[in-house]
Protein backbone atom coordinates (compact mmCIF):
# COMPACT_ATOMS: atom_id res chain seq x y z
CA UNK A 1 0.00 0.00 0.00
CA UNK A 2 2.94 2.14 -0.73
CA UNK A 3 0.71 4.54 -2.71
CA UNK A 4 -0.66 6.10 0.27
CA UNK A 5 1.15 9.40 1.43
CA UNK A 6 1.93 8.91 5.44
CA UNK A 7 1.46 12.61 5.93
CA UNK A 8 -2.07 12.87 4.36
CA UNK A 9 -3.76 13.56 7.29
CA UNK A 10 -1.98 16.10 9.88
CA UNK A 11 -2.47 16.33 13.49
CA UNK A 12 -4.57 18.84 15.55
CA UNK A 13 -4.65 20.00 19.29
CA UNK A 14 -7.73 18.63 21.03
CA UNK A 15 -8.72 21.50 23.56
CA UNK A 16 -6.08 22.28 26.15
CA UNK A 17 -5.07 19.31 27.99
CA UNK A 18 -6.00 16.34 25.21
CA UNK A 19 -3.81 14.59 22.52
CA UNK A 20 -2.64 15.19 19.04
CA UNK A 21 -5.77 13.61 16.80
CA UNK A 22 -5.77 14.01 13.25
CA UNK A 23 -7.81 15.70 11.26
CA UNK A 24 -9.86 13.02 10.35
CA UNK A 25 -11.20 10.26 12.58
CA UNK A 26 -12.80 7.14 11.47
CA UNK A 27 -15.91 6.68 13.55
CA UNK A 28 -17.83 2.85 13.63
CA UNK A 29 -21.24 3.12 14.47
CA UNK A 30 -22.53 -0.33 13.25
CA UNK A 31 -19.97 0.10 10.56
CA UNK A 32 -17.75 -2.94 10.89
CA UNK A 33 -21.00 -4.62 11.11
CA UNK A 34 -21.83 -4.11 7.35
CA UNK A 35 -18.25 -5.12 6.49
CA UNK A 36 -16.51 -8.07 4.81
CA UNK A 37 -13.49 -8.60 7.51
CA UNK A 38 -10.97 -8.72 4.73
CA UNK A 39 -11.96 -5.25 3.80
CA UNK A 40 -12.39 -3.80 7.20
CA UNK A 41 -8.75 -4.55 7.93
CA UNK A 42 -7.75 -3.19 4.42
CA UNK A 43 -9.56 0.25 5.45
CA UNK A 44 -8.20 0.81 8.82
CA UNK A 45 -4.54 -0.34 7.43
CA UNK A 46 -5.55 2.57 5.36
CA UNK A 47 -6.49 4.89 7.70
CA UNK A 48 -3.26 4.63 9.52
CA UNK A 49 -0.79 4.79 6.75
CA UNK A 50 -2.51 8.02 6.18
CA UNK A 51 -2.16 9.38 9.53
CA UNK A 52 -5.64 8.96 11.31
CA UNK A 53 -5.10 7.92 14.52
CA UNK A 54 -8.71 8.62 15.90
CA UNK A 55 -10.84 5.70 15.75
CA UNK A 56 -14.46 6.08 17.85
CA UNK A 57 -15.97 2.44 18.46
CA UNK A 58 -18.88 3.54 20.36
CA UNK A 59 -22.19 1.36 19.55
CA UNK A 60 -25.54 2.00 21.50
CA UNK A 61 -26.86 -1.32 21.62
CA UNK A 62 -30.96 -0.96 22.62
CA UNK A 63 -32.61 -3.85 24.55
CA UNK A 64 -34.68 -5.56 22.46
CA UNK A 65 -32.79 -5.29 19.18
CA UNK A 66 -30.50 -7.10 17.12
CA UNK A 67 -27.04 -7.02 19.19
CA UNK A 68 -24.37 -4.78 17.90
CA UNK A 69 -20.61 -6.27 17.73
CA UNK A 70 -19.22 -3.82 15.87
CA UNK A 71 -16.82 -2.83 18.81
CA UNK A 72 -16.05 -6.26 19.30
CA UNK A 73 -14.91 -6.60 15.48
CA UNK A 74 -12.26 -3.63 15.74
CA UNK A 75 -10.71 -5.31 18.63
CA UNK A 76 -10.24 -8.18 15.96
CA UNK A 77 -9.09 -5.66 13.28
CA UNK A 78 -6.64 -3.78 15.12
CA UNK A 79 -5.31 -6.95 15.69
CA UNK A 80 -5.25 -8.88 12.12
CA UNK A 81 -3.87 -5.04 11.09
CA UNK A 82 -0.72 -5.43 13.22
CA UNK A 83 -1.71 -2.55 15.27
CA UNK A 84 0.33 -1.80 18.39
CA UNK A 85 -2.21 -0.16 21.04
CA UNK A 86 -0.02 2.83 21.22
CA UNK A 87 -0.46 3.43 17.51
CA UNK A 88 -4.30 4.32 17.80
CA UNK A 89 -6.40 6.12 20.04
CA UNK A 90 -9.32 4.81 20.50
CA UNK A 91 -12.56 6.98 21.43
CA UNK A 92 -16.12 5.80 23.48
CA UNK A 93 -19.15 6.77 24.52
CA UNK A 94 -20.25 6.84 27.30
CA UNK A 95 -24.62 6.74 27.86
CA UNK A 96 -26.27 8.67 30.31
CA UNK A 97 -29.75 6.95 29.92
CA UNK A 98 -28.52 4.53 32.70
CA UNK A 99 -26.94 6.53 34.89
CA UNK A 100 -26.25 6.59 37.98
CA UNK A 101 -28.25 2.99 38.54
CA UNK A 102 -25.32 2.00 36.38
CA UNK A 103 -22.51 3.78 37.17
CA UNK A 104 -19.79 5.15 34.33
CA UNK A 105 -16.63 2.62 35.96
CA UNK A 106 -19.10 -0.40 34.59
CA UNK A 107 -19.98 1.41 31.84
CA UNK A 108 -16.20 2.24 30.26
CA UNK A 109 -15.02 -1.35 31.70
CA UNK A 110 -17.33 -3.44 29.70
CA UNK A 111 -17.04 -1.50 26.59
CA UNK A 112 -13.13 -1.76 27.06
CA UNK A 113 -13.73 -5.44 27.39
CA UNK A 114 -15.48 -5.53 24.30
CA UNK A 115 -13.08 -3.40 22.26
CA UNK A 116 -9.71 -5.73 24.11
CA UNK A 117 -8.10 -3.04 25.60
CA UNK A 118 -7.80 -1.50 29.32
CA UNK A 119 -8.80 1.75 28.71
CA UNK A 120 -9.77 4.67 26.50
CA UNK A 121 -7.90 7.87 25.44
CA UNK A 122 -11.21 9.83 25.02
CA UNK A 123 -14.41 9.26 26.49
CA UNK A 124 -17.19 10.96 25.12
CA UNK A 125 -20.83 11.64 27.42
CA UNK A 126 -23.79 11.12 25.43
CA UNK A 127 -26.58 13.40 25.17
CA UNK A 128 -28.45 14.41 28.30
CA UNK A 129 -32.07 13.30 27.54
CA UNK A 130 -33.12 13.90 31.28
CA UNK A 131 -32.99 17.05 33.57
CA UNK A 132 -32.26 14.39 36.28
CA UNK A 133 -29.01 14.06 35.69
CA UNK A 134 -26.23 15.55 38.41
CA UNK A 135 -23.51 17.09 36.66
CA UNK A 136 -21.57 17.38 39.64
CA UNK A 137 -21.87 13.88 40.28
CA UNK A 138 -21.24 13.27 36.84
CA UNK A 139 -18.44 15.85 36.76
CA UNK A 140 -17.00 14.08 40.31
CA UNK A 141 -17.36 10.78 38.76
CA UNK A 142 -15.89 10.92 35.38
CA UNK A 143 -12.98 12.66 37.22
CA UNK A 144 -12.24 9.32 39.26
CA UNK A 145 -12.01 7.48 35.77
CA UNK A 146 -9.29 9.47 34.89
CA UNK A 147 -7.12 9.69 38.02
CA UNK A 148 -7.47 5.73 37.58
CA UNK A 149 -6.22 5.93 34.05
CA UNK A 150 -9.08 4.10 32.52
CA UNK A 151 -10.10 7.30 30.29
CA UNK A 152 -7.09 9.67 28.98
CA UNK A 153 -9.70 12.81 28.39
CA UNK A 154 -12.81 13.08 28.12
CA UNK A 155 -16.03 15.22 25.75
CA UNK A 156 -19.51 15.49 25.37
CA UNK A 157 -21.57 14.71 22.70
CA UNK A 158 -24.19 17.20 21.59
CA UNK A 159 -24.73 19.40 24.63
CA UNK A 160 -26.28 22.52 25.10
CA UNK A 161 -23.65 25.45 25.79
CA UNK A 162 -24.41 26.34 29.08
CA UNK A 163 -24.69 22.36 30.33
CA UNK A 164 -20.78 22.02 29.08
CA UNK A 165 -20.03 25.09 31.24
CA UNK A 166 -21.45 24.01 33.53
CA UNK A 167 -20.11 20.78 34.28
CA UNK A 168 -16.45 21.88 33.51
CA UNK A 169 -16.73 24.58 36.36
CA UNK A 170 -17.68 21.38 38.38
CA UNK A 171 -14.77 19.11 36.82
CA UNK A 172 -12.26 21.88 37.67
CA UNK A 173 -13.39 21.39 41.32
CA UNK A 174 -13.16 17.63 41.33
CA UNK A 175 -9.55 18.19 39.84
CA UNK A 176 -10.38 16.78 36.36
CA UNK A 177 -9.10 19.76 33.68
CA UNK A 178 -12.78 18.87 32.58
CA UNK A 179 -14.04 18.29 28.55
CA UNK A 180 -11.76 18.98 25.56
CA UNK A 181 -14.02 18.74 22.99
CA UNK A 182 -17.84 18.50 21.80
CA UNK A 183 -19.01 16.67 19.27
CA UNK A 184 -21.55 18.51 16.93
CA UNK A 185 -23.61 17.82 13.91
CA UNK A 186 -21.88 20.12 11.87
CA UNK A 187 -22.29 20.30 8.15
CA UNK A 188 -23.20 23.58 5.13
CA UNK A 189 -26.38 23.09 6.12
CA UNK A 190 -26.24 21.95 10.44
CA UNK A 191 -24.04 24.70 11.53
CA UNK A 192 -26.66 26.99 13.76
CA UNK A 193 -24.84 25.55 16.63
CA UNK A 194 -21.60 25.54 16.43
CA UNK A 195 -21.07 28.65 14.65
CA UNK A 196 -23.28 30.81 17.62
CA UNK A 197 -22.23 32.79 19.90
CA UNK A 198 -22.74 30.71 22.92
CA UNK A 199 -20.51 28.17 21.14
CA UNK A 200 -17.85 30.62 19.92
CA UNK A 201 -17.38 31.86 23.62
CA UNK A 202 -16.46 28.16 24.81
CA UNK A 203 -14.12 27.83 21.77
CA UNK A 204 -12.39 30.47 22.85
CA UNK A 205 -11.59 29.29 25.92
CA UNK A 206 -9.84 26.23 24.84
CA UNK A 207 -12.90 23.74 23.80
CA UNK A 208 -11.96 21.99 20.40
CA UNK A 209 -14.85 20.41 18.19
CA UNK A 210 -15.21 16.79 16.60
CA UNK A 211 -17.49 17.65 13.63
CA UNK A 212 -20.11 15.09 13.21
CA UNK A 213 -22.91 13.72 10.62
CA UNK A 214 -20.61 16.03 8.28
CA UNK A 215 -22.83 13.73 4.98
CA UNK A 216 -26.11 14.06 7.21
CA UNK A 217 -26.16 10.02 6.81
CA UNK A 218 -24.87 9.91 3.24
CA UNK A 219 -27.60 12.45 1.62
CA UNK A 220 -25.48 15.13 1.43
CA UNK A 221 -22.83 12.95 -0.68
CA UNK A 222 -26.16 12.01 -2.99
CA UNK A 223 -27.60 9.16 -0.58
CA UNK A 224 -30.96 11.00 -0.68
CA UNK A 225 -32.80 8.19 0.47
CA UNK A 226 -30.99 6.41 3.43
CA UNK A 227 -31.66 3.06 3.90
CA UNK A 228 -29.83 3.00 7.45
CA UNK A 229 -30.63 4.39 10.70
CA UNK A 230 -28.93 8.19 10.33
CA UNK A 231 -28.75 10.56 13.24
CA UNK A 232 -31.53 12.55 15.05
CA UNK A 233 -32.90 15.82 13.06
CA UNK A 234 -32.81 18.91 15.11
CA UNK A 235 -34.86 21.69 14.17
CA UNK A 236 -37.19 19.62 11.83
CA UNK A 237 -34.96 20.60 8.62
CA UNK A 238 -34.18 17.56 7.15
CA UNK A 239 -36.26 17.93 4.05
CA UNK A 240 -34.87 20.92 3.37
CA UNK A 241 -30.63 19.17 3.68
CA UNK A 242 -32.51 16.88 1.21
CA UNK A 243 -33.46 19.46 -1.32
CA UNK A 244 -30.39 21.23 -0.96
CA UNK A 245 -28.10 18.06 -2.14
CA UNK A 246 -28.75 18.20 -5.60
CA UNK A 247 -27.33 22.09 -5.45
CA UNK A 248 -24.23 21.06 -3.12
CA UNK A 249 -23.55 18.48 -6.04
CA UNK A 250 -23.22 21.19 -8.32
CA UNK A 251 -21.29 23.25 -6.46
CA UNK A 252 -18.93 20.25 -5.81
CA UNK A 253 -18.58 19.72 -9.77
CA UNK A 254 -17.64 23.11 -10.08
CA UNK A 255 -14.49 23.05 -7.54
CA UNK A 256 -13.61 19.72 -8.96
CA UNK A 257 -14.37 18.22 -6.09
CA UNK A 258 -16.92 15.40 -4.59
CA UNK A 259 -19.95 16.61 -2.62
CA UNK A 260 -18.38 14.65 0.63
CA UNK A 261 -15.37 16.50 0.27
CA UNK A 262 -16.89 19.79 0.21
CA UNK A 263 -18.66 18.83 3.48
CA UNK A 264 -15.51 17.59 5.09
CA UNK A 265 -13.54 20.48 4.20
CA UNK A 266 -16.33 23.06 5.76
CA UNK A 267 -16.06 21.07 8.72
CA UNK A 268 -12.41 21.30 8.93
CA UNK A 269 -12.68 24.93 8.14
CA UNK A 270 -14.11 26.20 11.38
CA UNK A 271 -11.21 27.44 13.74
CA UNK A 272 -12.75 25.19 16.64
CA UNK A 273 -12.07 21.84 14.97
CA UNK A 274 -9.40 19.16 15.71
CA UNK A 275 -11.21 16.49 14.28
CA UNK A 276 -14.03 15.79 11.29
CA UNK A 277 -15.24 12.31 12.16
CA UNK A 278 -16.64 10.11 9.72
CA UNK A 279 -18.10 6.40 8.60
CA UNK A 280 -16.63 4.37 5.88
CA UNK A 281 -17.03 0.86 4.39
CA UNK A 282 -14.45 1.35 1.36
CA UNK A 283 -11.20 2.04 0.34
CA UNK A 284 -11.96 4.14 -2.25
CA UNK A 285 -14.31 6.49 0.34
CA UNK A 286 -11.43 6.83 2.51
CA UNK A 287 -9.27 7.77 0.11
CA UNK A 288 -12.03 10.53 -1.21
CA UNK A 289 -12.93 11.71 1.88
CA UNK A 290 -9.28 12.56 2.67
CA UNK A 291 -9.22 14.64 -0.43
CA UNK A 292 -11.36 17.30 1.85
CA UNK A 293 -8.13 18.24 3.22
CA UNK A 294 -6.82 18.86 -0.25
CA UNK A 295 -9.78 20.72 -1.66
CA UNK A 296 -9.55 23.04 1.52
CA UNK A 297 -6.03 23.71 1.15
CA UNK A 298 -6.88 24.28 -2.72
CA UNK A 299 -9.47 26.60 -2.15
CA UNK A 300 -9.18 28.29 1.14
CA UNK A 301 -12.06 28.74 4.43
CA UNK A 302 -13.21 31.91 3.50
CA UNK A 303 -13.89 31.14 0.01
CA UNK A 304 -15.31 27.63 0.62
CA UNK A 305 -17.58 29.33 3.65
CA UNK A 306 -18.55 31.74 1.20
CA UNK A 307 -20.01 29.39 -1.42
CA UNK A 308 -21.86 27.32 0.83
CA UNK A 309 -23.60 30.29 2.73
CA UNK A 310 -26.91 29.21 0.30
CA UNK A 311 -27.21 25.78 2.05
CA UNK A 312 -27.33 27.10 5.85
CA UNK A 313 -30.36 24.83 6.64
CA UNK A 314 -31.02 25.21 10.30
CA UNK A 315 -30.63 28.87 10.80
CA UNK A 316 -33.39 30.05 12.74
CA UNK A 317 -34.77 26.30 13.15
CA UNK A 318 -32.39 25.17 16.31
CA UNK A 319 -31.45 27.41 19.39
CA UNK A 320 -27.63 28.46 19.32
CA UNK A 321 -27.03 27.30 22.26
CA UNK A 322 -27.19 24.01 21.55
CA UNK A 323 -29.78 20.58 22.37
Not at 88 to 93: D, F
Not at 184 to 210: N, W
Not at 226 to 253: F, K
Not at 285 to 310: E, F, K, T
Request: proline share 5%; with cysteine; charged share 20%.
Amino acid sequence: MGDIDSNAVPRRRLGVEGPSVSALSLGSWHTYDRMDFHDAVDLVTCAVEAGINLFDVAVYGIPGQKPVFTDVLFSAIVRAAGLAREEYLLSTKVWLEGYPAQSLREQVERAMFRAGTEYADLAILGDIRSEDVDLEQLAGDIAELEKGGLIGHWGVNNWSAQAITTIRAHALVAGSPGPQVAQLKYSPCRRAIADGAPFAELFSAGLSMQASDVLEGGILAGKVAPTREIGRDPGGVRERIIASAPGLAAVAAELDASAAQVCIAFALSHPATASVLFGATRREQLMDNIGGLRLLDRVGASALRARLVPFFADGGSVDPSGP
